[in-house]
């Protein structure tokens, strides 16, 4: 598969390398960066979002505990299809906002004719993760973003978003959602490694 110029690159015991990727820090603002930059993913960087060498010094191994992935979950109703990827779901929450259709936190469920179609599709257009996507007519909407781009989530993960590939010695790219975005684990906690899988909320990851 050819390769696309934005890029994050790593392996199991590196800081997230982004090449050729626009940076958003977790205040909105765009952040000058090199074509080649460094982010943490430790949770230890004093100069965070960026790395600082702290994971060396500390012995991070980013090496992932799960990776048992699932097949694609599919909810058809009468005018829209909901396609859930359950491994990269974070827990981010947005789809609560719609409780109709996706249920809560702790009694999720998936009718899709539980309201307008509108309503659905601004839902998931929110999940951050990839893990949420739709079908209409027999068409699959998962991407939702112009250009690259990596955004900072203030005490979060890194979203990245607009089609960045991820290269690393775990084949990690096969996991990741067949939307053009994703959420990487900035906290160190994650047992989804590089994927985040929302330990940051329990874990008081701060930066």
Avoid: W
């Amino acid at each position: 598969m050819k390769k696309r110029p934005s890029q994050i690159v790593l392996s199991q015991y590196s800081p997230l390398m982004s090449v050729d990727t626009p940076l958003t820090d977790a205040q909105g603002a765009a952040v000058e960066v090199p074509r080649v930059y460094s982010l943490c993913r430790c949770g230890e960087s004093g100069a965070k979002p960026m790395c600082d060498g702290t994971h060396a010094k500390v012995g991070f191994v980013g090496t992932r505990e799960d990776s048992a992935k699932g097949p694609l979950e599919y909810y058809e109703g009468k005018d829209i299809t909901i396609v859930y990827d359950r491994y990269m779901c974070m827990g981010a929450g947005f789809c609560g906002e719609l409780e109709a259709v996706f249920g809560t936190h702790d009694a999720p469920i998936y009718e899709p004719d539980g309201a307008p179609v509108e309503e659905i599709i601004a839902t998931i257009r929110k999940c951050p993760s990839g893990a949420l996507t739709y079908m209409i007519d027999g068409v699959h909407y998962k991407d939702f973003f112009d250009k690259p781009e990596i955004v900072i989530e203030r005490n979060g993960p890194v979203h990245t978003q607009g089609g960045v590939d991820l290269i690393d010695d775990q084949l990690s790219d096969e996991l990741l959602p067949l939307a053009d975005h994703y959420v990487l684990c900035r906290c160190g906690g994650s047992k989804k490694k590089p994927l985040c899988d929302g330990s940051h909320e329990e874990n008081g990851f701060e930066g």
